[in-house]
């Protein structure tokens, strides 16, 4: 059975700095890209970052290149979000997911999922 249990978030402050967590477990974690979603109140759930299988190569939402990061380890099977210089409409709740041989920015095309974590940013 697959699993990915998200940790970190919270809350933060404009400006600051807060980091995501994704590990994975059930799965061939090597075989997968990985991505971060977030879906604010009342939105839909939009693409945020997401890295290949072989960390060499990520793709970012326009609206947070040069301020987000993200990155793996794969002897940790675990995905990371850095998130820095946050604004309040960063408020959301993240999702990480696990993309089987792609790191698309489409949720639909995921195959798993974390269970989500609440960030708000406030002034």
């Known amino acids: 059975q697959v699993h990915q249990v998200q940790s970190g978030g919270g809350l933060g402050q404009a400006g600051g700095a807060l980091r995501l967590s994704c590990a994975a477990s059930g799965l061939t974690f090597s075989s997968y890209g990985g991505g971060w979603f977030r879906q604010g109140p009342g939105k839909e759930r939009e693409f945020v970052a997401s890295?290949?299988?072989?960390?060499?190569?990520?793709y970012y939402a326009d609206s947070v290149e040069g301020r987000f990061a993200i990155s793996r380890d794969n002897t940790k099977n675990t995905v990371y979000l850095q998130m820095n210089s946050l604004k309040p409409e960063n408020t959301a709740v993240y999702y990480c997911?696990?993309?089987?041989?792609?790191?698309?920015?489409?949720?639909?095309?995921?195959?798993?999922w974390g269970q989500g974590t609440q960030v708000t940013v406030s002034l």
């Open positions: 997911a696990a993309d089987l041989w792609y790191y698309r920015n489409n949720p639909a095309t995921y195959d798993y």
């Open positions: 890295i290949c299988e072989t960390r060499d190569r990520t």
